[in-house]
């Protein structure tokens, strides 16, 4: 059975603070990704990556990086987490090439306060 | 711009009743068309896509979408809902650049 593991279900964590969060999928997949989720925006992309250390920009990377150090493994760091990135944080994976399905984590709830 | 439009924020239906959740895709997207449903406190799952062929594509649940290039649009109906598909959906289109675009999500209610 195909699995995308998300480290945390709900993080609090505190105004400047330096927040990690883990991801690491079984499927062998190439593809990963990090989205955030808000009401009535939907998905929108953070980062994403094909291939280890490889790393793309997504459309909202302001104030987030990432790192893919194994092929598995694939982590959102918060520099510097504010009060607007509270949010849902959902992690994907998918095979190359294009238009294969993408597999979701539980999400991590993440409340900045 | 490469976009994905979900036309309702919120679908209420009676149990039992026909449903149809509009999507609409850019030109721009390619037409690998997917429907993701996302039930409360969890992740997505992949209800159904069109890659090419048939236009009409059968996913799980009963659901199934319709792929219409002349007006850039892919629905996903179901001709008879339950309280069990309460749940958030989410239209998707895959860009050139291998990354999937997400419409903003449907919230679909069933009132018994």
């Known amino acids: 059975d195909v699995k995308v593991t998300q480290s945390s279900r709900y993080l609090v964590k505190r105004t400047g603070e330096k927040v990690f969060l883990e991801c690491v999928q079984d499927?062998?997949?190439?593809?990963m990704f990090w989205y955030r989720q808000d009401p009535g925006l939907g998905l929108r992309l953070i980062y994403f990556?094909?291939?280890?250390?490889?790393?793309e920009k997504g459309d909202i990377p302001e104030g987030y990086s990432v790192s893919r150090e194994k092929k598995e493994r694939f982590s959102l760091i918060l520099e510097s987490a504010s009060t607007n990135q509270t949010s849902m944080y959902l992690c994907?994976?998918?095979?190359?090439?294009?238009?294969?399905?993408?597999?979701f984590g539980q999400g991590t709830r993440l409340t900045v306060v | 711009a490469q976009s994905v439009t979900q036309l309702d924020s919120q679908v209420p239906v009676f149990e039992e009743a026909p449903v149809e959740l509009r999507c609409n895709y850019s030109s721009s997207v390619s037409v690998y068309l997917f429907w993701y449903v996302q039930y409360p406190n969890q992740g997505l799952q992949l209800l159904l896509k069109?890659?090419?062929?048939?236009?009409l594509v059968k996913g799980i649940n009963g659901f199934e979408a319709e792929f219409n290039k002349s007006q850039t649009s892919f629905h996903l109906r179901k001709p008879s809902v339950h309280i069990s598909d309460t749940a958030e959906y989410f239209c998707?289109?895959?860009?050139?650049?291998?990354?999937?675009?997400f419409g903003s999500g449907t919230r679909l209610s069933i009132r018994p």
């Open positions: 994907a994976s998918s095979l190359n090439p294009r238009a294969t399905e993408a597999f």
């Open positions: 998707a289109g895959d860009s050139s650049a291998s990354k999937i675009i």
């Open positions: 499927m062998d997949h190439e593809n």
């Open positions: 990556s094909y291939d280890v250390k490889m790393k």
């Open positions: 069109y890659l090419s062929g048939s236009t």
